[in-house]
Structure formats: C-alpha cells, structure tokens
C-alpha cells in the first residue's frame, strides 16, 4: 500500500526561484514539437487526402 | 505587477503568436481551398415542399437520375427516402462536371460518395446540391450517412462511373444504370 | 474539508453508475457493428442501445459529474458551506426523475432517436421532459455556483477568487448559455410535436437551434478536465502553476469563443450560406486558442514540478516527474490522447475538409478520443483525487489505479484509432452492420475486430474504476487521515488580478454581442425564408 505524501508544500520560495531558471524551455520545446507534428498532420491530409479527392462546390 | 509574472505572460504571448502562425497557415490553405480551388460545402439555401415533392416538378419520379439538358449540362438527381435512394444506382461520366441534387420527402437523410468529397446533408424542406468532377472510372458506394429510422443501414446506392465513350443519353437525355 | 459530502458523491455516483451501463452498450455495439456474431443483434436493440450509450455518457456522467465537482469545489476552494444545500439537493432529485424518464423511454423503445433528436423523428414527449429535468436541476446549480461566488467575494474584498472556482462559475455561465439553444428547440418545436399539439416541423430551424447547444456542451464537459490540468496536475507534480492569469484568461476565452461556433456540425448541411459557415469556421479557429495556451501553460507548470525534483536538461524535468501519482500519469496520458483528438477535431473544422469526413466513423473517433479519452480519464483523476476527502479514507491501492488509467488509455487507443482510417475509407456512424461479403469493404473486418478488442478493455478499466472508488468505501479509517485537497498554488503569488479577471459580466455582454452577430441571421432567416415544413414522424408507436 502507497499513499501520497504531501505535494508542493515542501518547496522553499529562494530554491524555486533558482531552479525553475530554464522553464519554460522544456514546455517550449515539447508543447511546440506536439504542435508542429499537429500542424505537419493536418497538411498531409490537406494535400495528400483532401485535394486529392476532388473538386466540390 | 511582478516582474517574474511579466516573463511569464511574455513567454505566453510568445506561445500564442507562435499558434496564431500555425492557424494562420491552417486558414490559409482552407480559404485558398475554397476561393481559389472552389471546394466549398454545399450551401445553396433552395427551399422545396418535402410533402409534394414526388407529384409533380423537378422531383417527380420520371425526372430523377442523370440527365443531360440541350446545353450539356449534366444533372443528377435523387430522392432520399425512408429506407431508399431513389435511384438506387446512377450513371456520371468521367472528367466532366457532373451536378448531384438531393430531397427528402420525408426525414433527414445523408450522403458520402466514397473516396471523394461528395458529401451532404439532405434536410427535408431543402434541395442540396453539389458541383463535382469525378476522375477514374468505377462503381462507387453511396451510403446514407444519417440515422433516418430502423432501416437506414440498408440504405446504400452506387455511383457508377464511366468513360466519356460509354456515357450515352438517350433521347430524352437520360442515362440510367441499365442501358 | 467539505461539509456536503453526501449531496456530492451522491452526484458522482450517478454519473458513475450511468457510466458503467453505458459503456456496456458501447462494447455490445462495437461488437455488432463488427464481422463477429454479437447476441441480440437487430436494428431496433441497436439503435436503442445507441440512444442509451449517447444519453448516459453525453448527459447523465457528464452533468452529474460536474455538478458533483462543482459542489465540492465550492467547498473545497472557497472553503466555506456551500449556500442553500436543500436547493441543490432539489436540482439533484430533479435530475434523477429526469433520468428515470429517459432511461424508462429509451428501454422500452419509445425513443430510439439518438441523444441529437433528429426532428422530424419524434419519440415519446417523456423522454424530452425527462432530458428538460436533467437541464433544469443543472440550471439550479448553475445558481449555486454563482450565488457562492458572489458571497465569497462579498465577504472577501481585494482577494481574487481561487482559480478553481472561478473557471467552475466560468463553465456554470458557458452551460446558461449553452442550453438555451436545445432548450429552445425542445420547448417550442420538439415537445409540442412528440404531444401531437402540431403535426409538422421546421427541420432547418431545429437543426441550427440544436447546433447553438453542440459544440459549447461539449466545452461544459471538458472544463472541469481543464480544472483538473491547472489546479491539481501541477500540485501533484510538485510544480507551480506557471500563470493564474493565463489560466483565467483560457477559461475566459472558453466561455467566449466556445459558443459563437456550433454552425461547424452544419458545413454539410444546405440550409446556411457559405459566409456564416466561414465565419463561424474562422471563429472555431479561435477556440483552438485557450487549449492551446492551456497545453503550453500546464506543461510549463509540470516543467517546474520536474525541475524542482532534479530534473535536468531541455526534457530532463518530464523524466523526473512523480508519475506514480495518478493525476500526474492522467494527465500525461490525458495530453496524450488529446494530440489524436485534436487533430481529428482540426480536419472536421477545416470547412471544406469536413466533406472527407462528415458523419463517418471519423467523427465518432474524435470526440471518443476526446471526450471517452482527455476528458473522461481525467473525471477518474479526479475522483481519485477527492474520494480520500469525500470518504475520510486513503486510497486502498494507487497501483490499482494506476493499472485502470493505464488500461483506460490504451483501450481508447486500440478502439478508436481504426475507425479513423475506416471513417476515411466511407465507413458511416451509426450503421448496425456492414456487408462484410462487398470486397470493397471486406478489409475493414480485422479493424473491426481490433476495435472490439479495444472496447474489451475499456469495459474492464470501467469496472476496475468503479471497484476502486468502491473500495474507498469499505477501507477502514485508519490513523492516518487523508488531508484536504490542496490547489496549486500560482508560481508568483501575490499578483494583483485585474477586476474583469475576477468576475463575468463584462465577458457576458461580449456572449451577447457575439452570439447576435453569429446566430441572429441563421436563426432569422428561417422565420423570413419561411421553408416548407416536414411531417413528424413518430417512432413511439407502431402504425
Ligand atoms: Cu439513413
Ligand atoms: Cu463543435
């Protein structure tokens, strides 16, 4: 049996200050890869899918 | 305000202009699609009486399927129905611009040609209509694509497409899928 | 510690319990849809069962949940009593009487028309006024919400409203809105037919009215996932949340552009011209904005977390998280999900590209993977997360629970990737079965039967869900004693929120403005244009 310990309380305010330097380069850096894999999806299907199929109007 | 907060929001805004770049390439490419390509969902707002449709007009039954007017121009027209299309098969030549216009007497129905963007809702009181060019020969699925009641899976019809040379009206300029 | 623990786990419980039904249905369904031999399978039980699985998952789980939520977070964050208890358990009989309609129309066949209606079908009057109930007892804690707030500030001058809260009377002023489109369409048209007080309807009005509701009800069920991202993922984490500012800002922009947009179901349909169509298109572009920032600020919160436990390096802090804590694995799993469902959502809201797609199996695999998928399991995160303070006891096993998201995930996966090449490939929703014979669709079986698989397993997280939470209920108190549930705090507290970020009404009169411009025309030009109407067609009785 495992239980959660008391979260976050522990953190000392002139420690966070030091460590979280580098955020959000981390954030930057995953959110924007998801993002661009999104965008790069999304113009596969543009081009590859929907042009392809045909004219419509 | 905090300076730390100030980074904060800043490194936000930073995010957000760097998706409004992504949407704007998104929106690009969609209204390029639609002015530039003419690839626009149908959107004629054409009113017709579903409770009459079947006596007399465009809509009667001796009208529907393919037909080609004195002009050329190429019309194709169904009836949706509970549980049916009417016709359930119908003939569109190769590479030219072929017209499909759909009502319902009834309920709401749908429909997708499979492997292409032909696709509408058919509302009862309104004639969808959609401009497309089909560009390979073959007999393409047209399911109902709308819960229209206990029978609308077996609503099925077929596109039958064909090659210029094999696309011949009669002398009404009708085509239909058995001659 | 909240005081109403029983008004609120009777809530969640009636989600949870219309939740563990409906998903049955759902793995029945799969199964009949599929090439393998499924008992009971005809037309009438399938679209029955269709009815069910809708109505229980998209109104039953859904407003009960987040009622429930809303109780508690009333509670919790404002820490104070919640006002006038007795009302809200008003609003929750209401609701269950309203459930007890629907279920009993639905069971007996009187109301297999999907939880979207479709007029001019017409099922029995009862189960619209038993889905009118449900919305009507939400329309309570609406005011609940609201009225708490109100007396919080009242009694708390200069000090802006905890987060959790605010986003919670955010999606309670999104859900007024939100229902007046159904409710109109309900009221005025649907009801009156299914009573046989008129014999025919306006189908293009109805639809557009329906349309006012469906998207923004979609944003009423996901809020409180989002809640659960900016208030306790980072708390569980050990980070910070990186701007209480933003955060208000996205819950804002939810509440704005979550609305004006519900024309994007009808890109298919004729009876609206291809400007408002464009303009709500644009328009939805817009909605992408809040989830976008809410993605880039959870994670950055997470990164703190990550950071201040040691991790180092560009991605160094995603390794160093807690991610044995149920919420900081839901979340993860969450985000995962929510790239395949926001991509599915991108392509339907491409204007043009909708024709790919429209009503086939790829529609049906965006808001599973959505909703089934982001939204759902952070519902389970968050039971977890507030039982051990509903209960006053510690979670029997986080190895269970981590076990069930794990599954839950990856049976999301497995069911619904398929149908989005299925969808692509012209497979339709909402079909009972499919010749499998046709050679041209034969190829879809083994995804179909991957499907089911994949149903199996959601159906075995499902219970492995419900035993969880049951299980809290019959540990024994023991000397340790769970403490209240803590709310992230911000990473630079202290700063001063701006008034408009504390309150709604200057964002209401922008709902206003933006609802008038998007939908006056399209609701206006039925009653100018004056279409044909259509004969109800019941399927309540027999002919
Ligand atoms: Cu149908
Ligand atoms: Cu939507």
């Known amino acids: 049996m495992d239980t959660i310990k008391e979260s976050g309380a522990n953190i000392e305010e002139p420690a966070s200050a030091l460590l979280i330097q580098p955020v959000p380069s981390g954030a930057f850096a995953l959110a924007g890869a998801a993002v661009a894999l999104l965008l790069v999806a999304w113009l596969v299907m543009y081009f590859f899918t929907f042009l392809p199929r045909g004219p419509v109007g | 305000m905090a300076v730390d907060e100030i980074s904060a929001v800043q490194n936000e805004r930073r995010w957000a202009l760097a998706m409004g770049g992504v949407a704007a390439v998104m929106l690009a490419a969609i209204v390029w699609a639609g002015l530039g390509l003419h690839m626009n969902p149908p959107s004629n707002i054409e009113t017709v009486d579903p409770n009459t449709l079947h ?125 | 510690m909240t005081i109403n623990n029983r008004l609120i786990l009777a809530h969640l419980w009636t989600a949870f319990a219309a939740f563990g ?31 069910a699985h809708g109505s229980a998952m998209a109104y039953v789980l859904t407003t009960f949940f987040i009622m429930g939520f809303g109780y508690f977070v009333a509670e919790s964050a404002l820490k104070q009593a919640l006002p006038a208890p007795r009302l809200a358990w008003a609003g929750f009989v209401l609701g269950i009487v309203g459930t007890v309609l629907v279920v009993a129309t639905v069971l007996s066949g009187q109301a297999s028309v999907m939880f979207t209606f479709y007029p001019p079908l017409s099922a029995s009057p009862l189960f619209y006024i038993g889905l009118v109930l449900v919305v009507v007892g939400s329309w309570i804690w609406c005011a609940l919400m609201i009225v708490a707030m109100t007396r919080w500030k ?6 802006p409203v905890p987060l959790a809260m605010y986003a919670t009377v955010a999606n309670a002023i999104l859900w007024l809105w939100t229902t007046v489109g159904v409710a109109a369409e309900l009221l005025f048209v649907v009801i009156p037919a299914a009573f046989g007080w008129t014999q025919t309807v306006d189908v293009g009005l109805t639809r557009t009215l329906f349309s006012w509701t469906l998207h923004a009800i979609v944003y009423f069920w996901l ?63 817009l909605v992408a904005v809040p989830t976008l920032l809410t993605v880039f600020t959870v994670t950055a919160s997470m990164e703190i977390g990550g950071r201040l436990r040691g991790g180092k390096g560009l991605l160094g802090w995603i390794g160093a998280l807690p991610w044995e804590r149920p919420m900081v694995l839901a979340t993860g799993l969450s985000f995962f999900m929510l790239w395949f469902g926001g991509f599915g959502g991108l392509i339907n809201m491409s204007y043009g590209m909708n024709a790919m797609v429209h009503n086939t199996s790829w529609v ?105 939470l049951v299980s ?13 549930v803590e709310y992230a705090r911000a990473l630079h507290p202290g700063v001063p929120v701006p008034a408009a970020l504390n309150g709604f009404v200057l964002w209401n009169a922008f709902v206003l403005v933006l609802m008038a411009a998007a939908y006056t025309y399209p609701i206006a030009q039925f009653f100018i244009l004056k279409p044909p109407q259509a004969v109800v067609h019941r399927v309540d009785r027999t002919p």
């Not at chain 2, 007999?139 to 596109?159: I, T, Y």
């Not at chain 3, 669709?441 to 995804?447: G, K």
């Not at chain 3, 809290?472 to 209240?484: L, V």
Request: hydrophobic share 50%.
């Open chain 2, 55 to 179: 006596v007399a007009g465009e809509f009667a039954e001796n009208n529907l399927g393919t037909h080609v007017d004195s002009a050329g121009k190429i019309t194709t027209r169904i009836v949706t129905t509970q549980f049916a299309f009417v016709p359930e098969c119908v003939v569109v030549p190769q590479d030219m611009q072929v017209t499909f216009r759909l009502a319902s007497p009834d309920v709401i129905h749908g429909l997708i040609v499979v492997g292409t963007n032909v696709n509408t809702m058919v509302v009862p009181g309104f004639v969808s209509q959609v401009h497309t060019v089909f560009d390979k020969p073959g007999d393409l699925l047209m399911p109902c694509h709308e819960f229209c009641g206990l029978g609308h899976g077996q609503m099925v019809a077929h596109v039958r497409v064909v090659p210029i040379a094999d696309f011949r009206p009669d002398g009404d300029g009708r085509v239909t899928c058995d001659n």
């Open chain 3, 21 to 51: 039904v409906a998903i049955l249905l759902g793995l029945w369904q799969m199964w009949v849809r599929s090439p393998l031999a499924a008992p009971l399978s005809t037309p009438d039980n399938y679209y029955l069962s269709v009815t």
């Open chain 3, 154 to 159: 009242k009694a708390n001058p200069g000090t």
């Open chain 3, 223 to 285: 809020i409180p996932a989002y809640i659960a991202f900016y208030t306790m993922a980072p708390q569980a984490a050990g980070g910070r949340l990186f701007s209480d500012l933003m955060a208000r800002g996205s819950f804002i922009l939810f509440l704005l552009c979550g609305l004006p947009v519900g024309l994007h179901h009808l890109f298919m349909d004729p009876e609206h011209s291809s400007g408002f169509k464009t303009v709500q298109m644009m328009l939805t572009v």
């Open chain 3, 364 to 468: 049906s695999a965006h808001f599973h993977m959505i909703f089934g998928g982001s939204v759902v399991i952070m519902y389970f995160a968050i039971a977890y997360h507030i039982w051990p303070n509903l209960t006053g006891r510690l979670a029997p096993s986080l190895v269970l629970q981590r076990a069930q998201l794990w599954l839950w995930a990856i049976g999301m996966m497995v069911m619904s990737l398929p149908w989005h090449w299925l969808g692509l490939s012209g497979q339709v929703r909402r079909v009972a079965q499919f010749d499998y014979a046709d050679p041209s669709i034969s190829w879809w079986a083994p995804w179909m039967i991957m499907s089911v698989v994949g149903g199996g397993m959601l159906v075995i997280s499902a219970g492995m869900f419900i035993w969880n």
């Open chain 3, 472 to 484: 809290f209920h019959f540990e024994r108190t023991g000397a340790a004693k769970p403490g209240p």
